[in-house]
């Protein structure tokens, strides 16, 4: 492999893992979404979640 080949495989391959290991740590570091609770109206109600039988 000649010498600007290697350079660009290895700037290429460098550019890729430091794009991944950055989403990763963002991800690692967002806190997690608040799940609401229960209100008056709203979904998971007493009797389930709402489902569409057709028999």
Known sequence: ??????????????IVIGVTVYFFIKVLRTPPSEIPDVDEEGYPDAH????????
């Open 48 to 55: 389930g979640p709402k489902t569409f039988d057709a028999t």
């Open 1 to 14: 492999m000649n010498t600007p080949a290697l350079i660009m495989y290895l700037v290429t391959n460098l």
